[in-house]
């Protein structure tokens, strides 16, 4: 069983004291160094915009300052991965506005939220984040789920919001059933979905039925079981199972632990991991905000695999 020591564990908390954005270091602080919440949703704030909702720049792949629901998305998935949403709740500023933003109806339509917006196409933006409806038909699925879940699990029950979000839960549930595309996001927004259903005690007012299953056997599909293919971008086990808590852990033990000797086998030299993608026919266009975009990447991505070693007992630092 590969471990990272401390002498790596060091490097890697250099390298993140020494490149990551203001948000990754309060992230990594919070989870490797005894920082506070506060401090990552301060760093958080800088990117809401009046409206509630938040800049497409905190993905690093969108170089947007519009609000966009996919931005919600991984506002709402940090706040989660901190615990934030289970100590300060919804009465939060932060939590408000972006509720607020989601009801303003603004990138959304009768079946959901929008993934990709017009305005992406203005700006320095990975290929996957030009606008386009034909994607959208197909990756609103997923994003919408998450979305739903945030709503279900924090808004006002008696809100226009909620009864939207419930609206669309129901649309969701019923699609899922009668289709294999998912999408990228799909499983697992619907997932989360699921999980918030059953969090609230709001099973008895949807459609659940096997879905569980259906997505269990999804996430076994998705999941790349060839290690040779994970130097690109692909979906590795850690994406399904961060840690031995995850329903989809049994029976996947074997490839898990294959993942986890293979990251600490690859990271680089003194500093952390590569990223496994770029932006392509894109990338030469924008060859100077990619760079600075690969570099973000490789700070949020080093808090990812740290938490999944540390999860998995990798880490043989006192961390």
């Given at each position: ?53 938040f800049s497409s720049t905190i993905e690093p792949d969108i170089w947007n300052p519009e609000s966009a629901p996919y931005s919600a998305v991984v506002v709402t998935g940090i706040l989660r991965g ?22 303003s109806g603004v990138h959304s339509d009768e079946t959901g939220w929008h993934f990709s917006v017009p305005s992406n196409d203005l700006y320095a933006h990975a290929p996957w984040w030009s606008y ?188």
């Amino acid at each position: 069983m590969k471990t990272l020591d401390q002498k790596a564990y060091q490097e890697v908390r250099t390298w993140m004291h020494r490149n990551a954005r203001e948000l990754e270091l309060a992230l990594w602080k919070f989870h490797f160094e005894g920082g506070s919440r506060e401090e990552v949703v301060q760093a958080l704030a800088c990117y809401q915009n009046e409206d509630g909702g938040f800049s497409s720049t905190i993905e690093p792949d969108i170089w947007n300052p519009e609000s966009a629901p996919y931005s919600a998305v991984v506002v709402t998935g940090i706040l989660r991965g901190i615990g934030f949403l289970d100590n300060e709740g919804a009465a939060h500023p932060v939590v408000q506005g972006i509720l607020r933003y989601l009801d303003s109806g603004v990138h959304s339509d009768e079946t959901g939220w929008h993934f990709s917006v017009p305005s992406n196409d203005l700006y320095a933006h990975a290929p996957w984040w030009s606008y386009s409806e034909e994607s959208n038909r197909v990756q609103d699925l997923g994003l919408t789920a998450t979305l739903c879940a945030f709503v279900l699990g924090y808004a006002d029950r008696d809100s226009a919001l909620f009864q939207k979000a419930a609206g669309y839960t129901k649309q969701i549930l019923e699609r899922v059933s009668d289709t294999e595309d998912l999408g990228e996001m799909g499983a697992g927004g619907v997932l989360a979905l699921l999980g918030e259903i059953m969090r609230t005690g709001l099973a008895d007012s949807f459609e659940c039925g096997s879905l569980m299953e259906k997505m269990a056997a999804a996430v076994n599909q998705r999941i790349e079981r060839n290690p040779e293919k994970w130097a690109g971008y692909t979906p590795r086990p850690s994406e399904f199972i961060p840690s031995t808590e995850s329903p989809f852990y049994k029976g996947n033990e074997e490839i898990v632990e294959k993942e986890l000797d293979y990251l600490v086998e690859t990271r680089n030299p003194g500093g952390v991991w590569n990223i496994t993608w770029n932006w392509f026919n894109l990338g030469e266009k924008y060859a100077k905000e990619f760079a600075i975009s690969e570099n973000w990447w490789m700070g949020v991505k080093a808090i990812d695999i740290m938490l999944f070693l540390r999860n998995f007992g990798r880490i043989s630092a006192p961390v």
